[in-house]
């Protein structure tokens, strides 16, 4: 049997892969595809076993009334179930009664359908996704500074090319290992790595210059290192001039900010924030990257917000092999925030309060504007709101495992368990699943199609390689069977070619306009860069004044971003004055260090896939702590400890290496308990929550 060329379904990086076998399933190297040519990490490396485990869900389960446990139906009953509640609420209480939370991981033309089912079939508002607890604050952050934001505005190669690459709360090497080979490379070539991290990972190890902060004081930290870059004389000065707005008001504001004053809100020596502004003020090309460690918090934008001040003062974005990104996490983090299950937006990345953009998408949806509803609640808020007055009463889950990933978890599960009904479309008994009215068994990755975004901006193709297990269902057939049964004014196909080209019509003229990019384009291509519009007429010439350079009616796609102008209206990056606010809970006699939480190697975010692979190591959470912490707790590795914050407390073995700060304690999230303590403030204009960052007390169990 011929493989088939598809990707891994974890993260963003997206990897590509063959996939042969019918029974026994076989993944093996595609090294034509350019991001990781063929290398993979072992999570990818093992994600056929999922597809045929034993835990697999095969038949839809509803919950019985009398029993309170769940029992088989068929499709028709369990979509009759869904249907008949969803349309009893709706009538009762309006249609904001629903609500709908997608996930990071969807298929760009799932995330579509979702978005598209929530606003049209229900008429709900009240739908948004996992990844607002991803990468909002970056997204946020770089929409406000470029008028756009794609992850990375370059494609990843470039990190390979730059003189010094900055890595802001990232683990690149045990995230996406593959990546990594891109830090070895620009070393290789004289280029320097420097990485900012409250813990001492592995990445440090391909770095030059290792900088541990205080967590929750990255912001303080770029702040300082533009006050140094003032006073060292190495501002663009025209760049910034011609470039850039709103320099002026910035430069005073870190006018205070001195590397002593630095050294005692940050924890690094004055010296060291002296030598890596010198580092950077020197260079010719910078680039910063960003990535959760920097953005899950209260000021998660604000600090991405600064980062960018730095890059731009330092005259960076825009040019060639240089700038800010962020390192995208989850599979679709990128696609998934671009085609309207987010509450604010609709395909494309329109604002859903924009005229014009309502105008826009009801056309290709064939409903009235004025049907659509307007901005939801964000993640959070909207789990918040579940079960209250005034909040919804139905909860429809795709593609998310709210359970183990939320933050101040013990709260969400309290408003999941108030709702009148709730539905989870998922392959395997996650935990959120195992809380549900009804369970819809879905299909996995590699049992059907559909296009991905990876962290470049490349939309990327995943080919079907083998056939589901009967019983199962796509996604977009639920909610097509949902939409027939709620009577929704417009039908819903299940075709995904037929999905993505109807997201390529309504992106269209969007800040990301898909409607230049088909299925054979990303196959023939190994993926295309958006934006990519249309930019052919009937008769497959060129419209006038959008002739690549060719003159061929294909547009290439844009793998590098800003090259000419930014996004925003007047083509200039805005600088944005940002002050440090520190973590929104501080450590105290009662709670006196610093938790912060990740990711670890072998697993992926919940881990309600990972934690199946017989293959990938699961030793369960841990707490990570410095020799000089568990001396003072009398504790030592492998003992058991009690963890505690304002919100919840968990016990797991100790983990005692002197890689961490002294102050600070670390807890993987893979698993259920991590998330019981994290602290669920809000980022203002993000709507992130601070997963990175609270007050804890450490005991001996
Ligand atoms: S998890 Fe990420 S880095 Fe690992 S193989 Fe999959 S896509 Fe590649």
Redesign the pocket.
Known sequence: MAATET?????????G?KLAGARTLEVSEWKEFPV?QG???????T?AELLRHRERLTTPLVRDAATGEFRPADWDEALDVVADKLAELRAAHGPDSVGVFGGGGLTNEKAYQLGKFARVALGTSQIDYNGRWCMSSAASAGTRAFGLDRGLPFPLADLEQTDVLVLVGSNLAE?????ARHLVNLRAKGGKVVLIDPRRTSTADKADVFVQPVPGTDLALAQTLLHLVIAGGWVDEEYVATRTTGFQPVKESVASWWPERAERVTGVPAGELRDLARLLGEADKVMILTARGAEQHASGSDTVLAWINLALALGQCGTEYAGYGCLTGQ?NGQGGREHGQKADQLPGYRMIDDPAAREHVAGVWGVQPDSLPGKGRSAYELLEALGQEGGPKALLVFGSNIIVSAPNVNHVAERLDALDLLVVADMVMSETAARADVVLPITQWAEETGTMTNLEGRVILRNQAITPPEGVRSDLDILSGLAERLKSPVGFSTDPEEIFAELGRASAGGKADYSGITYQRIRDEHGVFWPCPDVSTSDGSARPGMSTSDGSAKHPGTPRMFLEAFATPGGRAVFHLVEHRGAAEQPDDDYPVHLTTGRVLAQ?QSGAQTRRVRELTDDGAFIEMHPMLAGRIGTADGEPVRISTRRGVMVAPARVVSTIRPDTVFVPFHWVGANKLTNDALDPASRMPEFKVCAASVVSA
């Open positions: 990707h891994c379904p974890y993260c963003s990086l997206q990897c892969m990781n290398a993979m990490c072992r999570k990818g490396w994600s995230t996406m290992p593959p990546a599979g992926y």
